[in-house]
Structures are given as structure tokens and as C-alpha cells.
């Protein structure tokens, strides 16, 4: 009951209440990033979302298209700017997902979200039976340090135990995870495909 009638409610009533909160640092965040990237302020991106759905995920953007002479993307290192960098490291470049959230194409918290073009590899899986989320079980147990089993596991076993004192719990481990600067205690290798 929780998981299909309350919490698309609160995940709606809290990003609305989200975004009017942070509407001022959210316009002064797309001004800087307008004025130092040269471009639309928010990056959009395909993502899969619930039952397999693509839908348009919305990010800061923290690079720029910046490419050589024969038009080929320059590598990430080179593109990010360092107001990009700070986005990333705070996470603060999330933050455009609220209005994901309010459309009702993810959830504060569940699975996140995989690029569109590892569709055809999974199919429908597990992952998308509930909707996505900006930040997850997996997220505060590694983030970027897990590799793919990890990742799947760890949103395997949310699916399976997801509550509302859960989903607080997630809530309060992302707030430590987002003020903890110091590395990781074990680092996984991040480069297993996603099957």
C-alpha cells in the first residue's frame, strides 16, 4: 500500500514544496551556469524509468560540448567547469529531478535511473517495477565506488524491505553521505556491464 498510494503522494507534496523552497538558489544556480558554459543551463538525458518507460531526466549541466577539430567531444576532464565540479560533489546537480519527482516520472527515493541505451540489455527488469529515485539504497552504501552487482543487489533488496521508516532512513544516510568529504573505505571496480 505504501509503495503505490502514500509515497507518490509525499514524493509529489515534498518536491513541490522543494522546489518552491529552493526556486532562488535554483535560478541563481542556471544564471551562473548559463553565463559560464555558454549553454542551456539544464542537461537533459534519457533515462529508464518505471515498467521500462524512457522518460527525460533533468540535471544542472556541468560540462560543456567543447570539441576538437574534427568535431569529436572533448574527454569529461576537459569539459567540466568548476561550478560543474562543485555541482557534482554536492550533488547539487540533482536537484532538476524534483520536477521529475512532480511529474510523476520518479520518486525522491528508489533505484536510480539507467541510461536509455541499456534498454535493450535488461528489458523489463526488477529495478523497474517501482519508480526511480534521485537517491537510493545503493547511494548511500557507495554511490559511484560499487560496481554493477552492488548497485543491482543493494536495489533489489530496497524493492523488497521498501517502507516509509526505510525511505527516512535513506533520507538521513543521504544528508550524512552529502556532508562527509573524506573518500570512500573501499573503492569496487565500476566497469561490469549492467546484465
Not at 554536492?90 to 535511473?113: A, F, K, W, Y
Not at 539507467?114 to 548511500?140: F, K, S
Not at 521498501?162 to 570512500?184: A, E, G, H, K, N
Request: proline share 6%.
Amino acid at each position: 500500500m505504501y509503495i503505490h498510494l502514500v509515497k507518490p503522494v509525499v514524493d509529489r507534496l515534498l518536491a513541490l514544496i522543494g522546489l518552491i523552497l529552493l526556486f532562488p538558489l535554483l535560478l541563481l544556480l542556471a544564471l551562473c551556469l548559463a553565463i559560464t558554459t555558454n549553454e542551456k543551463p539544464i542537461f537533459c538525458q534519457q533515462r529508464i524509468g518505471h515498467r521500462g518507460k524512457l522518460f527525460q531526466l533533468y540535471k544542472f549541466r556541468t560540462m560543456t560540448n567543447a570539441r576538437d577539430q574534427t568535431g569529436n567531444l572533448l574527454s569529461d576532464a576537459s569539459r567540466i567547469t568548476p561550478i560543474g565540479r562543485w555541482l557534482r560533489l554536492t550533488s547539487i546537480d540533482e536537484l532538476p529531478q524534483l520536477v521529475n519527482v512532480l511529474l510523476g516520472d520518479m520518486s525522491l527515493i528508489g533505484p536510480r535511473p539507467l541510461l536509455a541505451e541499456y534498454a535493450p540489455v535488461l528489458g523489463i527488469h526488477e529495478r523497474h517495477t517501482v519508480l526511480p529515485g534521485i537517491t537510493g539504497w545503493a547511494q548511500v552504501h557507495g554511490r559511484n565506488h560499487l560496481g554493477w552487482d552492488q548497485k543491482f543487489a543493494l536495489d533489489s533488496w530496497y524493492i523488497a524491505h521498501c517502507s516509509f521508516l526505510l525511505d527516512c532512513r535513506i533520507v538521513w544516510r543521504t544528508l550524512l553521505v552529502l556532508v562527509d568529504t573524506s573518500p570512500p573505505a573501499v573503492s569496487f571496480n565500476d566497469s561490469i556491464s549492467p546484465q
